[in-house]
């Protein structure tokens, strides 16, 4: 008997399967899912985390959750910078949407609206529409799974789950494969003229011999369908087993984040409320994973181990041994025994030392996990335990001695003030010279250069000689937070009493610090970076540049750039004055010099230069000069240049000499 009538647009589906394989089934699938539930919950709550604690939560962040969910979770807003990734990645995601809505939908109508309300809602139009994009979410879920392995048969993109990731694709390839056939073989039984709706299995079902009898047509389906329902049970059973577990635990990761300036660090403790109360007895870092935040063991969780981080990682490129891919996933292998060390359980020292906190990790990671961080909680505990080289002490002695990281005289500072008048409050602009501009040779010819187009320009500024101390950024990167926060606080002292209302520096690390960690302390003034307030300047025509017949290429210092987002105003400046040529590394993606996170003032232990490997791209564009707008990126270019015998091919000069070059007199 055929299930349904001549000319009756109504879905056959499951009709024809017999009543005991149906309560296998849901008591098989109700199994199934309750246990991946199980495993969903019992990923958070071994963390400590309660379901109250939850819903207090999204009741009180439930927008930003769902604004979270759709940009970085449906949108895939981060994979997408990729464009063959995130075509893939869509094409899977929406393909498995579509598929996952159509078995809810037969769910729903055969087996809960018709035994209960004797109606279904596979009828009609509706059900041909519903069969056109069952198919079409089956053609995206294939195309996306054969771009997967093409990726990683083909394009040889390196990942460490390649036999996970066979598996899973393999497997769900047979199940979508499974679905096709099943549908072609259900119009080959009972073929109605608007089973063409069902295009792809409309043309598959003449795969099946005409002279088939209906109740051997009938057990093959039968067969078929039990397999397939098989294949589903074991695939849901693997999830949690798999790299495919960060459907559910990235989604969760990207929905939750909570998100903070870029350039902002964690500050584990506030320095003036300690001396107030007298309580210094504080533990700043992790000794152990069960130190590390549960923010941070949520962010391992959802590691897929895609290894995007690694690939940008200029440590890893430089062969040091620090991975940031393998540091979060250590931590995830053993989160929930948090007895594990951090050095050397999870990375070596050399390694927490080897990070240049370029946040090159961050940006590239699709799931918002923080690579980086791991690193620096050990760098604090390395600190607290005082398991510091000789460069390392003197540095943070020269700190607490002199106020700077070179160990001069706060007095030599004042050296600049025959280049620029003292800070005064009749004074706009508050020049922020930075260490590397008072006491570094190259870096104080920047501050000279810049001060001379300020008084070009008619700038009502002044600078601080003596009175201006470290900013602290490079001691918080290297873990020392407590002598940060002194620096903080006696900078801003100093702030307060000029009444200081803006601050330009040339030193991306100042101008972020300034910007993005100095206002939990207190801090309440403009600040802008030297690239912006000299592009204004440029553009009113305050200064006037000619544009020269030569080409530049250009360094985005990472502090500006990918921290800050800051990348058009160089940009400005470089081709007002000649003729810009990008390197292949540039903008969000560019590669760190291999000065940040304190590895200007001591080394690591690497196979070759992070400096000498960026230079080599400035050399690829066969561009006369690179412009730079980080005193630290200036130094370690020119030292390469130097070391690799470049001097001849290339000039390096910072923007604001790239201005002073071509001004009209």
Same mark, same amino acid.
């Given at each position: 008997? +055929?299930?349904?009538?001549?000319?009756?647009?109504?879905?056959?589906?499951?009709?024809? $399967?017999?009543?005991?394989?149906?309560?296998?089934?849901?008591?098989?699938?109700?199994?199934?899912?309750?246990?991946?539930?199980?495993?969903?919950?019992?990923?958070?709550?071994?963390?400590? *985390?309660?379901?109250?604690?939850?819903?207090?939560?999204?009741?009180?962040?439930?927008?930003?959750?769902?604004?979270?969910?759709?940009?970085?979770?449906?949108?895939?807003?981060?994979?997408?910078?990729?464009?063959?990734?995130?075509?893939?990645?869509?094409?899977?995601?929406?393909?498995?949407? *579509?598929?996952?809505?159509?078995?809810?939908?037969?769910?729903?109508?055969?087996?809960?609206?018709?035994?209960?309300?004797?109606? =279904?809602?596979?009828?009609?139009?509706?059900?041909?529409?519903?069969?056109?994009?069952?198919?079409?979410?089956?053609?995206?879920?294939?195309?996306?799974?054969?771009?997967?392995?093409?990726?990683?048969?083909?394009?040889?993109?390196?990942?460490?789950?390649?036999?996970?990731?066979?598996?899973?694709?393999? #497997? *769900?390839?047979?199940?979508?494969?499974?679905?096709?056939?099943?549908?072609?073989?259900?119009?080959?039984?009972?073929?109605?003229?608007?089973?063409?709706?069902?295009?792809?299995?409309?043309?598959?079902?003449?795969?099946?011999?005409?002279?088939?009898?209906?109740?051997? #047509?009938?057990?093959?389906?039968?067969?078929?369908?039990?397999?397939?329902?098989?294949?589903?049970?074991?695939?849901?059973?693997?999830?949690?087993?798999? %790299?495919?577990?960060?459907?559910?635990?990235?989604?969760?990761?990207?929905?939750?984040?909570?998100?903070?300036? &870029? =350039?902002?660090?964690?500050?584990?403790?506030?320095? !003036?409320?300690?001396?107030?109360?007298?309580?210094?007895?504080?533990?700043?870092?992790?000794?152990?994973?069960?130190?590390?935040?549960?923010?941070?063991?949520?962010?391992?969780?959802?590691?897929?181990?895609?290894?995007?981080?690694?690939?940008?990682?200029?440590?890893?490129?430089?062969? !040091?041994?620090?991975?940031? +891919?393998?540091?979060?996933?250590?931590?995830?292998?053993?989160?929930?025994?948090?007895?594990?060390? /951090?050095?050397?359980?999870?990375?070596?020292?050399?390694?927490?030392?080897?990070? @240049?906190?370029?946040?090159?990790?961050?940006?590239?990671?699709?799931?918002?996990?923080?690579?980086?961080?791991?690193?620096?909680?050990?760098?604090?505990?390395?600190?607290?335990?005082?398991?510091?080289?000789?460069?390392?002490?003197?540095?943070?002695?020269?700190?607490?001695?002199?106020?700077?990281?070179?160990?001069?005289?706060?007095?030599? &500072?004042?050296?600049?003030?025959?280049?620029?008048?003292?800070?005064?409050?009749?004074?706009?602009?508050?020049?922020?010279?930075?260490?590397?501009?008072?006491?570094?040779? +190259?870096?104080?010819?920047?501050?000279?250069?810049?001060?001379?187009?300020?008084?070009?320009?008619?700038?009502?500024?002044?600078?601080?000689?003596?009175?201006?101390?470290?900013?602290?950024? @490079?001691?918080?990167?290297?873990?020392?937070?407590?002598?940060?926060?002194?620096?903080?606080?006696?900078? *801003?002292?100093?702030? &307060?009493?000029?009444?200081?209302?803006?601050?330009?520096?040339?030193?991306?690390?100042?101008?972020?610090?300034?910007?993005?960690?100095?206002?939990?302390? #207190?801090?309440?003034?403009?600040?802008?970076?030297?690239?912006?307030?000299?592009?204004?300047?440029?553009?009113?025509?305050?200064?006037?540049?000619?544009?020269?017949?030569?080409?530049?290429?250009?360094?985005?210092?990472?502090?500006?750039?990918?921290?800050?987002?800051?990348?058009?105003?160089?940009?400005?400046?470089?081709?007002?004055?000649?003729?810009?040529?990008?390197?292949?590394?540039?903008?969000?993606?560019?590669?760190?010099?291999?000065?940040? #996170?304190?590895?200007?003032?001591? %080394?690591?232990?690497?196979?070759?230069?992070?400096?000498?490997? +960026?230079?080599?791209?400035?050399?690829?564009?066969?561009? =006369?000069?690179?412009?730079?707008?980080?005193?630290?990126?200036?130094? /370690? /270019?020119?030292?390469?240049?130097? @070391? /690799?015998?470049?001097?001849?091919?290339?000039?390096? &000069?910072?923007?604001?000499? $790239?201005?002073?070059?071509?001004?009209?007199?």
């Amino acid at each position: 008997m +055929r299930p349904i009538m001549a000319g009756a647009i109504v879905s056959p589906t499951l009709v024809f $399967i017999p009543e005991l394989e149906l309560i296998i089934l849901y008591i098989t699938s109700f199994s199934a899912a309750g246990f991946v539930l199980y495993w969903y919950y019992r990923s958070y709550s071994r963390l400590g *985390i309660k379901v109250s604690d939850l819903l207090a939560y999204v009741g009180k962040n439930w927008k930003s959750m769902i604004r979270q969910a759709l940009s970085y979770g449906a949108f895939h807003k981060k994979t997408v910078k990729n464009a063959y990734a995130g075509v893939m990645h869509l094409l899977i995601f929406y393909g498995m949407l *579509i598929l996952f809505i159509s078995t809810a939908l037969i769910a729903l109508s055969h087996d809960i609206l018709k035994p209960l309300f004797h109606f =279904g809602i596979l009828v009609g139009s509706f059900y041909l529409n519903f069969e056109v994009w069952t198919n079409i979410g089956g053609i995206m879920l294939l195309a996306g799974l054969g771009m997967a392995l093409y990726r990683r048969l083909a394009k040889k993109i390196v990942l460490e789950s390649l036999f996970d990731d066979y598996i899973l694709i393999l #497997g *769900i390839v047979i199940l979508s494969v499974e679905g096709f056939f099943l549908g072609a073989l259900k119009i080959a039984l009972f073929r109605n003229s608007f089973d063409i709706y069902r295009f792809i299995e409309w043309y598959l079902s003449y795969i099946f011999p005409k002279t088939m009898s209906l109740n051997l #047509g009938i057990t093959i389906y039968r067969e078929l369908w039990m397999v397939h329902i098989l294949t589903a049970f074991v695939l849901a059973i693997y999830l949690p087993f798999s %790299k495919f577990s960060h459907i559910a635990l990235s989604w969760t990761n990207v929905t939750i984040k909570k998100f903070r300036p &870029r =350039g902002e660090m964690t500050t584990p403790f506030l320095l !003036s409320e300690a001396l107030e109360t007298g309580n210094l007895d504080f533990t700043v870092g992790a000794k152990e994973v069960l130190n590390l935040p549960t923010t941070m063991k949520i962010d391992s969780l959802a590691c897929t181990n895609c290894g995007r981080c690694e690939r940008a990682c200029p440590a890893v490129l430089a062969g !040091s041994d620090l991975d940031p +891919r393998v540091v979060v996933q250590n931590v995830k292998t053993v989160v929930y025994d948090g007895k594990v060390q /951090m050095v050397p359980g999870i990375l070596t020292e050399n390694a927490a030392w080897s990070c @240049t906190t370029c946040q090159a990790c961050v940006e590239e990671c699709p799931v918002l996990i923080d690579p980086h961080s791991f690193v620096m909680e050990s760098r604090r505990n390395l600190v607290m335990e005082n398991k510091l080289t000789k460069e390392m002490t003197q540095y943070f002695n020269n700190l607490t001695n002199t106020q700077n990281p070179y160990g001069n005289s706060p007095a030599d &500072r004042d050296d600049l003030l025959r280049f620029g008048p003292k800070y005064d409050s009749s004074k706009e602009i508050l020049y922020w010279a930075g260490c590397m501009g008072a006491f570094d040779p +190259r870096g104080k010819k920047v501050a000279e250069t810049v001060m001379g187009l300020f008084k070009k320009a008619g700038v009502n500024f002044g600078i601080l000689g003596s009175e201006e101390r470290c900013t602290g950024e @490079t001691a918080r990167r290297m873990g020392e937070e407590g002598r940060f926060q002194e620096l903080v606080l006696q900078n *801003i002292d100093t702030f &307060r009493k000029y009444n200081v209302k803006k601050i330009v520096t040339a030193c991306p690390h100042c101008f972020n610090t300034f910007k993005n960690e100095y206002p939990k302390f #207190g801090l309440n003034v403009e600040v802008e970076h030297h690239s912006k307030f000299l592009a204004e300047l440029v553009e009113s025509g305050k200064l006037k540049v000619r544009k020269k017949e030569e080409t530049i290429t250009l360094h985005d210092p990472c502090y500006l750039g990918r921290v800050n987002g800051e990348f058009d105003n160089t940009r400005f400046i470089v081709n007002t004055s000649g003729t810009l040529t990008e390197m292949e590394k540039s903008r969000e993606k560019s590669m760190c010099c291999g000065a940040g #996170g304190g590895n200007y003032w001591y %080394k690591v232990k690497s196979q070759e230069s992070i400096s000498h490997l +960026r230079m080599q791209q400035a050399l690829e564009t066969k561009a =006369g000069k690179l412009a730079v707008a980080c005193p630290f990126c200036n130094a /370690m /270019m020119e030292d390469a240049s130097r @070391t /690799m015998d470049a001097q001849g091919k290339i000039q390096i &000069r910072d923007i604001s000499e $790239i201005i002073a070059e071509g001004l009209e007199n």
